[in-house]
Nanobody, 125 residues
Framework: VQLQASGGGLVQAGGSLRLSCAASGRTFSSSAVGWFRQAPGKERVFAAAISWSGTMTYYADSVKGRFTIRRDNAKNTVYLQLDSLKPEDTAVYYC???????????????????WGQGTLVTVSS
């Protein structure tokens, strides 16, 4: 089962967007979930992650203080609030589940699974 990211769009620098991540057909309330992003011509990099309960989070230094991850297990959805956006935040954003044997705190894409299609965020200067 893949996770589906949505909510991307075009925004001016300094603006905000809220991304959503949902799983169709099953619940992922027992899984930690992470957000990654991939800029054109670059590797996919970690942005943020949240525990299954929503009580623990960790962020990449590049987004700390500007992005906020949260989840609503009743709605089977994980959100990523993007604030104070910069042109360098332009990327396709993906969500994925932290694999069962992967360490909490991982930033490595190979420790996450159930990748789906991402959503494009474009920040204009």
């Amino acid at each position: 089962v893949q996770l589906q990211a949505s909510g991307g769009g075009l925004v001016q620098a300094g603006g905000s967007l809220r991304l959503s991540c949902a799983a169709s057909g099953r619940t992922f309330s027992s899984s930690a979930v992470g957000w990654f992003r991939q800029a054109p011509g670059k590797e996919r990099v970690f942005a943020a992650a949240i525990s299954w309960s929503g009580t623990m989070t960790y962020y990449a230094d590049s987004v700390k203080g500007r992005f906020t991850i949260r989840r609503d297990n009743a709605k089977n959805t994980v959100y990523l609030q993007l604030d104070s956006l910069k042109p360098e935040d332009t990327a396709v954003y993906y969500c994925a589940e932290l694999l069962a044997l992967a360490p909490w705190g991982s930033h490595q894409p190979q420790d996450f699974g159930s990748w789906g299609q991402g959503t494009l965020v474009t920040v204009s200067s």
